[in-house]
């Protein structure tokens, strides 16, 4: 692994535990980047007018086969999990008094977006109480469920969660929700290249993931995978030369939110270079050592904390990132205090009233980084007031 650790282009002069925010680009896939914008800009018109959605179209198969979807034109690229939210949440056919059921640990904006439309349409967002410490997959569905309504037409869950880094059990989920003609809406930002992804198999309606985060591709790629069935529901957010196109394709999906205006979807064309570089790399077994990393070290941070684990210890729950509950009186002051004095990128995130602390962990990690955060956190307990125990 060490000499992977030069791929990157991250400053070396700081702890960079926060993968989960936004992935780091290895240099070849920068340089690749770098390759498609002087492409554009070497001929924009043709690039973005013509050229532009064949290389789309061939990213789109490279990323179709690397997440198991059967076909390519089922995926369009967007530039954030949230985008694909919304284009969902947006035009979602609700009525007043439906539902969607959510757990309430989902990502805040994705929680924001589902309440304002749902407000809009008079409907309830559902936030459905889960239990932590999570004991098992079975009691955690279960109380999941719980809060179905007969007026629930569909769900919304994290594949991994985002400020509690737990890995949900979604195919079982999804099967049930589908065995009650629910429809199936899983935001799986954390999920590609964390978690064996195979999109064909999950029975999931729609499936919004990142390719910035764990896949290492540029900033502002993701993706949103929806089944034939419901990519009716789909409307575009920008509506442009996609909508009664001059020269549709055989896609009304792909034309409504491929062609939304001039943006530079350079990016897009890097995935697959990131494929490349993680099957050149044996990133499987790249991401093993890295969970047995995340797993084997967090106890001292219980410890230190004086806290307890939220889900049992395994890599049933737990990825490549794991959140630690911290008592903390100020987490965005801790926060900047540890990147500012310490030079340790990590963030401190609220749920509720709770407030974790989530370390990620990547090829470039070693326990230099997680010794450094000990000691940090350490000598804080030691001179501030910052974090109780």
Same mark, same amino acid.
């Given at each position: ?31 690749? +980047?770098? /390759?498609?914008? #002087? ?20 990213? #789109? ?15 369009? @690229? ?9 284009? !969902? ?15 309430? !640990? ?9 309440? @304002? ?8 967002? #559902?936030?459905?109480?889960?239990? =932590? ?7 955690? !569905?279960?109380? &999941? ?79 949103? +995978? ?6 009716? !529901?789909?409307?575009? =957010?920008?509506?442009?030369?996609? @909508? ?23 990016? &897009? ?29 967090? /106890?001292?941070?219980?410890?230190? =904390? ?28 801790? /926060? ?13 995130? #609220?749920?509720?009233?709770?407030? +974790? ?33």
């Amino acid at each position: 692994m060490n000499n992977l650790k030069e791929q990157f282009l991250l400053n070396k002069d700081i702890h960079f535990l926060n993968f989960g925010s936004f992935g780091a680009t290895p240099k070849p896939i920068f340089e690749n +980047y770098q /390759q498609w914008q #002087r492409l554009l800009e070497a001929e924009p018109v043709q690039f973005m007018a013509f050229d532009g959605y064949e290389y789309l179209a061939t990213s #789109r198969a490279a990323l179709a086969n690397y997440l198991h979807c059967p076909d390519k034109d089922d995926l369009v @690229y967007i530039t954030s999990p949230t985008f694909g939210v919304n284009v !969902i949440a947006k035009s979602f056919p609700l009525e007043e008094g439906d539902e969607i059921l959510a757990t309430n !640990i989902e990502y805040g904006a994705c929680d924001k977006t589902w309440e @304002y439309y749902c407000e809009k349409k008079k409907a309830t967002y #559902r936030r459905q109480p889960i239990t =932590l410490p999570i004991t098992d997959k079975e009691t955690f !569905i279960a109380e &999941f469920f719980e809060g179905l309504r007969p007026n629930t037409k569909a769900i919304f869950i994290s594949h991994i969660t985002s400020a509690t880094a737990l890995i949900f059990p979604v195919k079982e989920i999804c099967a049930i929700a589908k065995s009650k003609g629910l429809i199936t809406i899983v935001d799986g930002a954390h999920a590609p290249a964390q978690v064996e992804l195979n999109i064909g198999e999950l029975m999931a309606d729609f499936y919004i993931g990142a390719c910035h985060k764990w896949m290492m591709a540029p900033k502002g790629c993701s993706f949103l +995978y929806a089944h034939k069935s419901v990519q009716y !529901i789909c409307e575009p =957010l920008v509506v442009s030369w996609g @909508y009664k196109a001059a020269k549709p394709s055989h896609s009304p999906f792909l034309d409504y939110h491929q062609m939304i205006g001039t943006r530079d979807f350079s990016a &897009f064309l890097a995935v697959p270079t990131c494929i490349l570089f993680m099957q050149e790399n044996n990133w499987n077994a790249v991401s093993k050592k890295c969970r047995e990393m995340v797993l084997t070290h967090a /106890q001292p941070f219980y410890d230190l =904390l004086g806290t307890k684990p939220i889900s049992p210890l395994t890599s049933e729950w737990i990825g490549q990132m794991i959140s630690i509950p911290i008592k903390t009186t100020n987490p965005e002051v801790l /926060q900047r205090k540890l990147f500012v004095d310490y030079k340790i990128e990590i963030p401190l995130m #609220r749920q509720g009233d709770d407030v +974790y602390m989530r370390y990620s962990i990547n090829v470039f990690n070693s326990m230099e980084n997680l010794e450094a955060l000990y000691k940090a956190l350490e000598e804080i307990m030691k001179t501030s007031s910052l974090i109780i125990k």
